[in-house]
């Protein structure tokens, strides 16, 4: 399994846009890159998921370099009801997802 | 359907006792996940079942810890003689047999205080 490694926490204003940056040097042709998000108290939460360049959703864009070592989650304009903890994953096909410490992402007034 | 659901949401035991944890997941979906997860650390893999096949196991953290899904459907997690370790939230999460690369839906959990 790919390791991953991501700021251990962020902060931001309203209206700012973030980005967290994930980086995974081994991760293999067959890899997926994920990102969960979760609220405290509650389950994570599917956000998006990409192969290559980037995919685009109605939460958030996953920017994916050519060489795929690396990604970024960018949320546009974050209100304070983004704070949460964003955990980036890689996995791949008939692999359990592993989470690892996540990012603590805290959006000020 | 209202997505994955977890009973109970709270559970304090006593040192020593017995808890049996029930998920539902979304009736749609086969593959069925429970992960263990401490304050300020991301979900611990525990186990998963496809249908009503336990597919792995061996990630459950002591013999102590068992799951079933007998008939596919919802799945319980029993703790047999708790330990003050054993405080955590406890997730489950299901998905179509596509598996991981399509997502999984988590249910919210429940959280264990052993006293």
């Known amino acids: 399994l790919a390791k991953t490694t991501q700021p251990i926490s962020m902060d931001s204003y309203e209206g700012q846009e973030v980005n967290i940056t994930c980086s995974h040097n081994?991760?293999?042709?067959?890899?997926?890159i994920t990102w969960y998000q979760q609220f405290p108290s509650q389950g994570p939460r599917f956000i998006i998921q990409?192969?290559?360049t980037k995919v685009t959703n109605e939460v958030a864009s996953l920017f994916i370099p050519a060489d795929r070592k690396s990604s970024t989650l960018s949320l546009p304009r974050v209100s304070l009801s983004d704070t949460a903890v964003y955990y980036c994953?890689?996995?791949?096909?008939?692999?359990?997802?592993?989470f690892g410490g996540g990012t603590r992402l805290m959006v000020k007034p | 359907d209202t997505g994955v659901s977890q009973n109970p949401r709270h559970k304090i035991t006593k040192r020593g006792q017995n808890v049996t944890f029930r998920c539902d997941p979304i009736?749609?979906?086969?593959?069925l996940y429970w992960y263990r997860q401490t304050l300020g650390q991301g979900p611990e893999f525990l186990t998963y079942?496809?249908?009503?096949?336990?597919?792995?196991k061996s990630r459950l953290l002591s013999d102590r810890f068992s799951a079933e899904r007998p008939k596919g459907s919802f799945s319980t997690l029993e703790i047999q003689r708790t330990e003050q370790g054993d405080s955590a939230m406890y997730l489950c999460?299901?998905?179509?047999?596509?598996?991981?690369?399509?997502?999984?839906?988590f249910g919210s959990g429940t959280r264990l205080t052993v006293v």
């Open positions: 994953l890689v996995l791949g096909a008939g692999n359990m997802l592993t």
């Open positions: 079942f496809q249908n009503e096949a336990q597919l792995e």
């Open positions: 009736s749609e979906h086969n593959r």
């Open positions: 990409g192969y290559k």
């Open positions: 999460a299901s998905s179509t047999n596509r598996g991981a690369n399509y997502g999984y839906t």
């Open positions: 081994n991760i293999a042709t067959n890899d997926y």
